[in-house]
């Protein structure tokens, strides 16, 4: 029996809360009680619709920041200026095209909080930690905000279309050097990084198919914000690709890599990854990458398949996902409903080992255990008290005068009042400690504690001033094991 | 199913030692070598072999990207040097010449002085087998030391530390957590330990969890919180969410004892007048593992990164600039260490993932390539160039690469025997003929 076939919700394993949270955190960021209880009154197939088909959702009105031109444009620009004057110009389009990343992933991270589409913001994370570009690398705050919107434009989308879509996108074409690519001297980075991490995985092809394909994607490059095909440069000699051979160009190699079955296997293992659990079977991989071939590569019944399926409510998927970085921090902020400087989130994603906009590598972050660590793991429980409290830590322990770290929180951008958590709990404030522990509980971990856990939460509760429960209580919640995984 | 709780840091690294052998469903071999190391523990001394003092500690410094080798150790001797660089050559007069045949890039003038201070040595020519021009492949195949197995879950130093648990007291039973540490948010594949005997740490001073209630923040108070929340729990793992929060609670655990113990290390440790270190990411790291070893933490092995080294592009910039930040790192690090009086305890070895090829490529740039050098610092290396300079003309090339002549773990069997004092063929998986550079 397929691992994908739909999953029948019984009287053994009834659709509650707990399923419905499993299929809200999964395919969003954190969902909060109330939308709980609207999933458990809807079922399961209608909830997995609302998730799918969110183009039926009117959009977030959160338009992107302004973006500033192009630094080569003003350099042009200022050409007739004298050389103090140009300077001056061009650093200030430096300077703005940095301020403009930055806003970039505030905006992105705002939109993942108030999204009413959280399935769309979800899968653009996805591929962004999939067809990765570094900010690192490409500069130009215009084009990574392209890249972003095309991921989200077609995050649900045909698999040809983002391969192709990301093969002619200017920060791509930048960031693994396909803009130098020319028939005299080829360069091979972007079709081996799409073989061997964007499609195909290693061990499927040669590094003659590597020669190949680079020849075969010759002449993709971009003037400021457009793809140009610059036919000069490109190789229109005779290429043996996958056994195949012809005068093969890049969307030919794209349509040979889709008939691959490791294509469909390696993009099942990566979903699989994402939204279900660490190690997925090979019946599982297999059964998924049958679904994906039988709907030619078409995301969007592939996921409405996945978050329908037995493999998504097996026991082995339950609660078994360590919170990534953006996971966790968005959660935190949706789940207690704070406002707080999406900067400062950002920085703090950035110090968990999550940086948006730069993967660390063109392999995207490998997740998982992997986000957890000594460090990272202090950091996350501290996180959540700068979050809900703001108070800036004790000072440094020792003398060394140290250079701050890359990972130093803004703490001063941090803090919500007091009263914002109180009212977002609402009347879980007013109620004696028993119940505020309870609901924060629930709030946080959609799941009631031990009984010794509850008790000792409780005893903490009132210990303290009823003014700092909700943050200390909060805070000693997040501060489990507990809270880091979903 | 019964639920045992693991309440005191005490009973956590009483069970730590013996947890693998009784919980984990671990390969035969490995939980022999556990148990027998341990027994044989119990009776030896705490050092790992006789006159072996155990104050050594190894740094490992990684170049992320694929370090250009034939600009670091530039061949300015060789006419096929010239014949396919002609944009992205180092000029011959502004090499720093260690011999007719090679010197170094000019930014490394600090090192060059160490060098003929006797305090360096170069590997040339270092690769393996079938190499793979693939970042993440290549770099995991020195990570585990293992380039045949692509499903090796643990480092060549987590082996190390698992194998000879430096620091632990094997007659009190108790294990030591930092026998290795990253200096990091991100824990480096080469630490990654069964047993759990490795850290990542990135900053001392955020390396401690900070409670918010003010009478809380009192270090015993915190701590019996901190492990009320984070208690251990030791049922069967076969059950995915169990297996998950027990991850996460060793690692917690892990994370308090040694917090702690890094806050008594740092604020023993008095930085003296030193010529500071420079402002860099490298330099940061190595800061932070001069305080450690001048607070005089007993941590073996520490591992710092420096990337960016992937220049497939207007190379010359680029690489200068990281040239720099390694000679300058290095040179304060060791600045400091002599200062402190430990100069001669601390062997620094640097590797990248694999060389560049040797012609350029259109953008002013190198594609991935082969064989590279390595260096290795300290008052303990016998200095010099060791291993042969690979051959560039176009007929002894693979495919336009470097032929490798020694393979890297001749360089990890000789710091691992010579050095650290541990057996290398449990760890590498067989002998490997070692080097005379220490």
Redesign the interface.
Known sequence: MSTLAPFQPSESNPWDKSLAAHLLNRAGFGALPEEVDQAVGWGLDRTVDHLVDFDKIPDTDLPPPEMPPFVDQVRKQTAGLSKEEQKKAVDKANRDNNEAIDKIRSWWVRRMIQTKRPLQEKMTLFWHGHLTTSAEDVRQARLLLKQNQFLRDNCLGNFCDLLLGISRDPAMLQYL?NN?N?K??????YA?ELM?LFSMG?GNYT?DDVKAAARAFTGWTYHEETFVFNDHEHDHGNKTYLGHSGDFDGSDVIEMILQQACTARFMAKKLLRFFV?DEPSEQEIDDLALVIRSNNYEFKPVLRALFRSQAFFS????????KSPVQLVVGAARTLGVTVDEHALVMAMR???QDLLYP????GWDGG??W????????R??FA?YL??G?P??P????????P????FPLDRFGVPKTQLEQICGREFDLNPAGLVDALAGRLLYASLDPQGHQ?LLE?AQA?PTL?RV??VA??IM????Y??C | MTKEIIQTRREFLRRSLFFLATSYSAPFFLTRTVLALDSARANASTASLPGMPDERVLVVVQMGGGNDGLNTVVPYGLDDYYRVRNTIYIEPDRVLKLNDTVGLHPNLARLKAMYDDGRMAIVQGVGYPNPD?????SMEIWHTADPQSKTVAYGWLGRYVDNECPGCDAQANRINPMGAI?L????PLALKSRRGLS???????????????EEA?DPKHAAA??E???HVVTASLD???I???D???R??M??EL??TRI?EI??K???GPVR??P?S?L??QL??VA?LIGGGLDTRVYYVSL?GFDT??NELGTHGRLMTELSEGIDAFYSDLDRQGNGDRVLTMTFSEFGRRVAQ???D?T?HGTAAPMFLFGRCVKPGIYGTHPDLQPDKLD?GDLKFATDFRSVYSTVLENWLGAKSAPILGQSFEKLAFV
């Open positions: 050097n130098t020319r005299k001297h080829p360069n091979e980075n081996r061997e290693i590094e659990c026991a082995r998927a339950f609660r078994s996902q360590i110090g968990l080992g660390p590598t063109v392999k255990e992997t957890i660590n000594t460090q990272t793991l202090l950091l429980y501290n008290g809900v409290d108070e830590s004790a440094p322990v020792s003398a060394a005068a140290r250079k770290s890359p990972h130093h000792w903490q303290t700092d943050s200390i805070h000693l501060s489990m094991p507990d880091q995984i | 021009r693939s970042h993440f492949r990253g990091n948010s991100e824990m850290i990542a740490m990135d900053n001392p001073d955020a390396f401690r969890w900070t409670p918010l209630a923040r919180t901190f009320k929340l984070n059950n995915p969410e297996a998950r929060l991850f996460l609670s690692v917690a892990n994370a040694s917090s806050r740092v604020k440790y008095k930085p500071s270190y402002n990411g330099a940061r800061q932070t305080e990337g497939h592009a490529n259109a953008s740039g594609d495919h």
